[in-house]
């Protein structure tokens, strides 16, 4: 039997392969176990093998399971990559270290807001649209530098680059065409802020060309925990 342990040095094993394809660095590309729908057990089982940055998408899921973890396991970093609505922006603000899905001015003017002093500033990466299919969110590609600036200016956010979530396809050419289309607005946007330093692609089933485009950080889900359960996943 495969353990979680087992999958997440295969998945560490797959983001060295592929950095060594293109002469990066492995160490230059972070990895994002992506816990969404899967029980406590399962990040723990991931933490003593090593791993400490999580994502959650679901709002609710995702402070129950911090609040759950923050006396035994408080060096977790925890990363919101889900969509936000505006109603519960203030539970990230409280809650997680990095938001990975701005891509509305009044979003991160909210979050801003809401983030105590007492934490440090929440990390962001602006989500674009860089997918063929309408229904993808994220800001268009032509309105990223307006929001780019807008989020500079707010002192309880740092930004720290951009994310994608591309065409769910087999089809190599196409991943590629989208995820080096962000990688060129990433190094766009540089030229003005050269701390930029997140480049936020890559999914189990496009990882290996996500490095090889740029990506800094890889966020794998199904191929750490396993398949996810499509009527958990739809409750929310
Ligand atoms: C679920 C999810 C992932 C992980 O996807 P897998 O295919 O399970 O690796 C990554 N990013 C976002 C935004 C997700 O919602």
Not at 16 to 23: E, G, R
Not at 110 to 131: F, G, H
Not at 188 to 200: A, G, I, V
Request: proline share 3%; hydrophobic share 35%.
């Amino acid at each position: 039997m495969t353990t979680i342990a087992d999958r997440l040095a295969v998945a560490q094993y797959r983001i060295a392969q592929a950095a060594q394809k293109c002469s990066r660095l492995p160490h230059s590309i972070r990895l994002l176990a992506v816990s969404k729908t899967k029980p406590i057990e399962d990040i723990i089982a991931a933490y003593d093998a090593g791993q400490r940055c999580f994502g959650e998408n679901y709002v609710q899921e995702g402070v129950t399971k911090i609040e759950a973890l923050k006396g035994s396991h408080g060096d977790i970093e925890w990363h919101f990559i889900g969509p936000l609505q505006s109603n519960k922006t203030h539970l990230v603000a409280e809650n997680f270290d990095w938001i990975h899905t701005v891509s509305r001015e009044k979003i991160a003017k909210r979050l801003n807001e809401q983030r105590s002093s007492e934490l440090a500033p929440l990390n962001v990466c602006i989500q674009v649209n860089i997918s063929q299919e309408d229904s993808k969110s994220g800001i268009e590609p032509e309105e990223l530098t307006s929001l780019a600036g807008i989020i500079r200016e707010l002192p309880r956010l740092t930004l720290r680059g951009l994310m994608a979530i591309p065409t769910a396809t087999d089809n190599i050419e196409l991943q590629r065409q989208e995820l080096s289309h962000l990688k060129q607005l990433f190094d766009e946007l540089k030229r003005s802020y050269p701390e930029l330093d997140t480049l936020s692609m890559g999914m189990s089933n496009d990882l290996d060309v996500a490095v090889e485009c740029g990506s800094t950080m890889v966020r794998i889900g199904s191929a750490i925990f396993g398949e996810r359960n499509y009527s958990v996943e739809s409750k929310n």
